[in-house]
């Protein structure tokens, strides 16, 4: 009875102390697992860390508290330096170590590199700004061209001088008026380069099957501004009455608003003098359709009884012509021109039983020949 009473015991007690182990392993664990304080920081051997070097360990985090944020170099005096793989205390009385701990890279210090193994390179070189200051004595030139002159590049000479032509009959149309019907026609064309060109112009009228009026013009064209020429040159009138012949000079070119512009003077034999205005404008209801109003003034200093033409303000003409351009090279027209006799002219109208004012409706074509 006594012995079982003992088995009983020993078995409840054994039963007790298994308990108590298995509730026991949990904490043990745990335990393990909490880190180190910062006062035992001191015993580490730093040696048996392998691969181990004061770069890596600046990016280790040292454990928050106020004994690390007040750390200083003397922090780390209980750390075996000598048992760093590669490393000498020689080497190391450059290094800061202050700066391998938080907030310590300001103060990070650059002396003694050349001492580090791998730095050798950087003896010379100072951690001063990496930008400005004088260039070293070996340095290039400061243009690059380490004194080779550049000199023309050949066969790139650039092609903005090239002598180019143009041809273009802004009129060839025929007329119809109150009495009678003809051809009219105005056409001009250049030939040269930017600054200097040969300028050609015409027009004339022709009805009841011969000429009426006519005239050739030839300049020089000189370029003096963005879009402003001078002309200077010589006109030849043909038609009825005898032939005249006059000097030329004027100026033509772009005004703003694109307003094209020609204003020529001219002075013949006998005394004789001219001048010629024009104008015109073209407005685009599409990049096709467009509108061309054009407007012409002769005046004479002097009366010219054989080509019925009178002095002072001889006549006007003002024409609105809407053209189809169905390529820009071509362009058919139609339209409506006025022509205004004045003075002595208009007097020289009546008696030949000429309308003084002219309406005529026209339909014509408009060629553009680009070289």
């Not at 002072?312 to 012509?321: E, M, N, P, V, Y």
Request: with cysteine.
């Amino acid at each position: 009875m006594t012995m079982n009473r003992r088995i009983t015991d020993l078995s409840l007690h054994g039963s007790m102390l298994l308990a108590a182990l298995l509730l026991a392993l949990p904490l043990m664990a745990s335990a393990q697992n909490v880190p180190a304080s910062s006062s035992s920081a001191s015993s580490i051997d730093i040696g048996s860390m392998p691969g181990m070097d004061h770069g890596t360990m600046s990016n280790m985090s040292a454990p928050a508290g106020p004994a690390t944020s007040a750390a200083s170099s003397s922090d780390m005096s209980g750390r075996d330096h000598q048992a760093m793989p590669g490393m000498t205390p020689q080497e190391m009385k450059g290094v800061d170590h202050a700066a391998m701990l938080p907030g310590g890279h300001g103060s990070t210090q650059c002396t003694g590199q050349g001492g580090m193994p791998g730095m050798g390179s950087m003896s010379g070189m100072t951690m001063g700004p990496m930008q400005g200051g004088n260039p070293p004595p070996d340095a290039r030139s400061p243009d690059y061209s380490d004194g080779v002159g550049y000199g023309p590049m050949k066969d790139m000479d650039m092609a903005d001088d090239v002598p180019l032509g143009m041809l273009l009959i802004d009129r060839l149309e025929a007329f119809n008026d109150s009495a009678v019907h003809g051809q009219d026609w105005e056409a001009e064309g250049w030939y040269g380069n930017d600054s200097n060109k040969l300028w050609i112009r015409t027009e004339g009228e022709r009805s009841r099957g011969k000429l009426d009026d006519a005239d050739l013009e030839a300049f020089w064209n000189h370029s003096i501004a963005a879009y402003w020429n001078t002309q200077l040159g010589a006109r030849q009138d043909l038609g009825e009455g005898p032939e005249r012949t006059w000097a030329a000079f004027g100026i033509q070119g772009l005004t703003p608003y694109w307003f094209e512009l020609e204003a020529t003077g001219y002075v013949g034999a006998n005394g004789r003098t001219a001048a010629r205005l024009r104008v015109d404008y073209e407005l685009l209801f599409t990049q096709r359709l467009i509108l061309q109003p054009e407007l012409e003034a002769n005046l004479y200093g002097k009366d010219d009884p054989q080509r019925r033409i009178g002095s002072g303000l001889s006549d006007a003409q003002f024409g609105l012509r809407l053209r189809y351009e169905i390529r820009r090279q071509f362009a058919p027209y139609i339209g409506v021109n006025w022509v205004r006799r004045i003075g002595t002219t208009a007097d020289y109208a009546r008696q030949d039983h000429r309308p003084v004012l002219d309406r005529q409706i026209v339909a014509g074509v408009r060629i553009w020949f680009p070289d």
